[in-house]
């Protein structure tokens, strides 16, 4: 199945192909059902890359345009090369990434042109959980903060209801705030 639609971009976002890719899928629920895939190698140290390229969706394989890989590393200070960025810290540039796609879509479905958009955030860690010191200190994040600084052709009620329509639709903000079966096998 393959979903095109000629577009009209307010925002550069192609929203009016996402809602035709909509209309398709809720007549389709089975081509809705995605899985994707991350292929992650260990470098040196706590150095890895990890590649996503191919994952499957609208009922066959499908593929990016091309490979994208993201290196991740811990900072020197642990003891490592800071190579990349933390995997916690790429939790939040997926969030921020999630969460600033959705507002540019929602603005594009809406009709509100977007000057700039810019999304500051941070997230606490007690490290003596990851480290092992104390057993009853949780070994992720305790809170993440999001601040959005939103120039926009609208009021500001229209913008705080965009970012919530946002929040509302964002993967990435369900994944990290709502519990997710995972399993972890060596194979």
Not at 38 to 47: F, I, M, P, R, T
Not at 115 to 137: C, F, K, R, W, Y
Not at 140 to 146: E, L, N
């Amino acid at each position: 199945m393959t979903i095109t639609e000629p577009t009209n971009q307010l925002n550069g976002v192609d929203v009016e192909h996402l809602l035709h890719a909509r209309e398709v899928l809720t007549g389709a629920p089975p081509a809705a059902q995605f899985t994707f895939r991350a292929a992650s190698e260990w470098v040196d140290g706590n150095q890895a890359t990890t590649t996503v390229d191919r994952f499957f969706g609208l009922g066959e394989e499908q593929a990016h345009a091309r490979p994208h890989t993201v290196v991740s590393d811990h900072p020197s200070l642990f003891g490592a090369t800071d190579a990349g960025a933390t995997p916690p810290e790429l939790a939040m540039i997926a969030l921020a990434g999630c969460l600033t796609a959705g507002i540019a879509s929602i603005a594009q479905n809406w009709g509100v042109k977007l000057n700039s958009v810019t999304a500051n955030l941070e997230a606490d860690m007690d490290m003596q959980g990851i480290l092992g010191i104390d057993p009853d200190v949780r070994n992720g994040f305790s809170a993440i903060r999001v601040a959005y600084d939103i120039d926009a052709d609208a009021d500001d009620a229209t913008v705080e209801a965009i970012v919530a329509q946002s929040q509302k639709r964002s993967a990435v903000f369900d994944i990290i705030t709502n519990p997710t079966a995972v399993s972890v096998e060596v194979v």
